[in-house]
């Protein structure tokens, strides 16, 4: 019982901001917390309440047209990962935003570092064959958004 308020709660609070609120409560101002901050969204509201509060708030147009491309990307790659696991159609809205992705890969903090361990690109490559596709279309290597503490 006490989750149930805690979700609604959090969909109360979620569903009053606007995107520009949205993403300051994201915090976009360093990626990984604001990787970990929607894998918790995600965790806490499940696949489907998620993806109507993304796409009902248009967050990703609004990143995309505020240039804010790097969170534009990872939640396009998320809510077209979601379509996928729960096979539902993928929204059309953001299909001229689909025909792009970011210049370089980004990886996940740590990696480069690996590789300066090992002292090869051994680590890059695994982080990529392990890649959720959705988000590598994006030319972002994310591959678990579930397994959050």
Avoid: Q
Wanted: with cysteine; proline share 3%.
């Amino acid at each position: 019982m006490d989750n149930n308020i805690d979700y609604k709660y959090a969909m109360n609070i979620i569903d009053s901001l606007d995107c520009k609120e949205f993403i300051d409560y994201m915090d976009s101002e360093d990626f990984e917390n604001f990787k970990s901050n929607i894998c918790h969204t995600l965790k806490n509201m499940g696949d489907l309440p998620f993806l109507v509060i993304i796409l009902k708030k248009d967050i990703i147009r609004y990143c995309y047209e505020k240039n804010i491309l790097l969170e534009c990307y990872y939640l396009l790659g998320m809510v077209d990962y979601l379509c996928r696991v729960n096979d539902l159609p993928l929204d059309s809205l953001y299909n001229d935003i689909r025909k792009y992705k970011l210049e370089e890969l980004v990886f996940p903090e740590g990696v480069d570092f690996l590789c300066y361990l090992y002292k090869n690109n051994t680590p890059r490559e695994e982080f990529i064959e392990k890649a959720i596709p959705e988000f590598l279309w994006y030319n972002i290597v994310e591959s678990d958004v579930r397994n959050v503490a």
